[in-house]
Nanobody
Framework: QVQLVESGGGLVQAGGSLRLSCAASGRTFSNYPMGWFRQAPGKEREFVAYINWNGGSTYYADSVKGRFTISRGNAKNTVYLQMNSLKPEDTALYYC??????????????????WGQGTQVTVSS
């Protein structure tokens, strides 16, 4: 069984930064791509960022490109999301998830099989 636990959320002013972490249990973490998603109140959950198994490939939603950076530390079974230049519209519950597609990029929720409980990010104007 895989468990994902997010941390690092909080309240920040517009223009500020936060770094989210997602700690994973299990010995096969380094085999799998990981993703970050977010869900704002009253909205559907949406894709934010993706990283492949060794960190060599990353993809981002257009809304965060140039401001957010996804990375991973396989030795620590952790994936990170560095968020800079935060905007009020970034306010959401942020989830990390494990992709079931070992070699292909996906931004579709249906391709992710394990999810964390989420960490809240609130950006004030």
């Amino acid at each position: 069984q895989v468990q994902l636990v997010e941390s690092g959320g909080g309240l920040v002013q517009a223009g500020g930064s936060l770094r989210l972490s997602c700690a994973a249990s299990g010995r096969t973490f380094s085999n799998y791509p990981m993703g970050w998603f977010r869900q704002a109140p009253g909205k559907e959950r949406e894709f934010v960022a993706y990283i492949n198994w060794n960190g060599g490939s990353t993809y981002y939603a257009d809304s965060v490109k140039g401001r957010f950076t996804i990375s991973r530390g396989n030795a620590k079974n952790t994936v990170y999301l560095q968020m800079n230049s935060l905007k009020p519209e970034d306010t959401a519950l942020y989830y990390c998830a494990r992709s079931r597609k070992l070699r292909d990029y996906s931004s579709s929720e249906s391709e992710y099989d394990y999810w964390g409980q989420g960490t809240q990010v609130t950006v004030s104007s």
